[in-house]
């Protein structure tokens, strides 16, 4: 399952028509995540499902990733960080872990041009926490299935 | 709902889960399993838990599959039990 497939409808219908409509339709559960059913979990469970659509059908022994492990592991890394970032800095403000009407985020209501409640932006932020860290370790668990047992 | 509906899905859902045990090939196994959550899936959503329906068609139906096949590429595709 990880040799690459010469077939150009293939490669066209996966790679140009079905992954990207995946990614758009992962970002869309992300950021309706709150007012409608999804959020960061069922979002990055469908983006990692593109990425290794995409890894299926590229095969792993011709050439080098896009993404390769090494990026992954650091992005699972910063997702499970922005979380935690999210609960400490209400925590520094003096008032409790995860309290996200003390996140410093009244800045993002001006740039976006609309008003969000600074809770509605917190749990924002935490679901993309989760997102990040959600995709890569279901990639990194597919990336560690298919490989050859090579040291790195 | 339609409780006809409801019931025809789960009587897939057992049966599909009981065909899963008792497949002797692995991979068929694994696609048995796929039809098992997919079938979970379309129940939950008729019940009302949409949430939980979009994370078991994402997961189960998705993620698991390629996951489950993946391991079975690394040892003997046929069951020996």
Request: hydrophobic share 60%; no cysteine; proline share 2%.
């Amino acid at each position: 399952m990880t040799e690459q497939h010469d077939s150009i409808i293939l490669n066209f219908v996966v790679r140009v028509l079905l992954v990207p409509f995946i990614f758009v339709f992962g970002v869309y559960v992300l950021v309706h995540g709150e007012a409608s059913p999804g959020g960061g979990f069922q979002a990055g469970a469908i983006v990692a499902a593109g990425l290794v659509l995409a890894r299926l059908t590229t095969g792993s022994e011709h050439g080098e990733r896009r993404i390769s492990t090494r990026v992954l592991l650091w992005l699972a890394s910063a997702g499970i960080g922005i979380y935690v970032l999210a609960g400490i800095v209400p925590l520094l403000a003096g008032v409790n872990f995860l309290d996200y009407a003390a996140l410093p985020v009244e800045w993002f209501n001006a740039v976006a041009g609309h008003e969000r409640t600074n809770r509605a932006m917190g749990i924002f932020i935490v679901e993309v926490g989760i997102f990040i860290g959600v995709f890569s370790v279901l990639v990194i668990l597919y990336d560690h299935l298919t490989e050859r047992f090579t040291d790195d | 709902m339609v409780w006809e509906l409801e019931l025809a899905l789960f009587g897939l859902l057992v049966v599909s889960a009981i065909v899963a045990l008792q497949l002797r090939d692995l991979i068929a196994a694994v696609a048995a399993l796929s039809v098992y959550s997919f079938m979970a899936a379309a129940l939950l959503a008729m019940m009302g838990a949409v949430d939980v329906a979009f994370t078991e068609a994402a997961l189960g139906a998705g993620i698991t599959g390629v996951l489950f096949i993946g391991a079975i590429s690394l040892m003997h595709r046929r069951s020996v039990d």
